[in-house]
């Protein structure tokens, strides 16, 4: 399980260290691909594999779905951990999630995030200030 959150730097390069922790569970090739709120998703192959065919059932007939499936699959790369665990991020990648060299990666169950730091810092106080309010309406569905 990827679980934490740990700050980093994006090099000149465009390449950024993941964390020790999460590099035996991610393996020598990842997925990154464009997330949600300005992030970027790192899936592990095995976790891509499952998240990709989920996407492949949703119905072509739909709006939505056809451009979460453009987002998701026309956003992806298969990219490389070098031996010092670094992942390069393409331009267009790194333009989509605004990075610029401070960067935040954490853990979240099987898929690693990449935010840009202040991105991430202003939507972490947003997502903590309704943190009652989320907890409430997921108890009334039972997962509390």
């Known amino acids: 399980m990827l679980i934490g959150e740990y700050r980093h730097t994006l090099d000149p390069k465009k390449r950024v260290s993941l964390p020790a922790r999460f590099r035996k569970i991610l393996g ?41 499936n453009r987002l998701m699959f026309g956003g992806a790369v298969i990219s490389d951990v070098d ?21 935040v990666v954490i853990g979240v169950h099987e898929r690693v995030e990449i935010w840009d730091e202040k991105t991430w810092n202003a939507y972490k106080s947003t997502i903590e200030g309704e943190a009652d309010t989320i907890a409430e309406k997921l108890g009334e569905i039972g997962v509390f």
């Open 28 to 68: 020598k090739k990842v997925v990154i691909t464009k997330g949600f709120e300005s992030c970027l998703f790192v899936y592990p192959e095995s976790a891509w594999k499952k998240v990709s065919e989920k996407l492949a059932q949703l119905s072509t007939g739909r709006r939505d779905t056809r451009g979460l």
């Open 83 to 103: 031996s010092l665990g670094r992942v390069l991020i393409p331009d267009f990648l790194k333009d989509f999630a605004h990075l610029k060299t401070e960067v």
